[in-house]
């Protein structure tokens, strides 16, 4: 059987902590980001990974800092643009 919306943003819910704390967070780096004085010059991939980055961030300093897959996902954002620069 599926799992419910309902469901869905109850498990996220308590490994996160609430969406708007979450969301409150990532913003606020999101707007650092932007205000940098590279920001505007970084390319699309670069600044993807960058708000997810931030979004993983974001997640980790509102919710479980021992779950390990926000940390792994971290590495792998970077590993992206780190890859595209070997190129």
Do not use: C, F, Q, T
């Given at each position: 059987m599926s799992e419910t919306i309902e469901q869905t943003l109850q498990e996220r819910g308590n490994r996160y902590g609430e969406f708007k704390g979450h969301a409150r967070i990532t913003q606020n780096i999101k707007r650092?980001?932007?205000?940098?004085?590279?920001?505007?010059?970084?390319?699309?991939?670069?600044?993807?990974?960058?708000?997810?980055?931030?979004?993983?961030?974001?997640?980790?300093?509102?919710?479980?800092?021992?779950?390990?897959?926000?940390?792994?996902?971290?590495?792998?954002?970077?590993?992206?643009?780190?890859d595209e620069l070997g190129k």
């Open positions: 650092a980001m932007v205000d940098s004085p590279n920001w505007a010059g970084l390319s699309d991939d670069k600044k993807e990974a960058l708000e997810m980055v931030a979004h993983k961030m974001g997640r980790i300093l509102n919710g479980d800092p021992e779950y390990a897959d926000s940390w792994h996902d971290i590495i792998g954002y970077s590993k992206l643009v780190e």
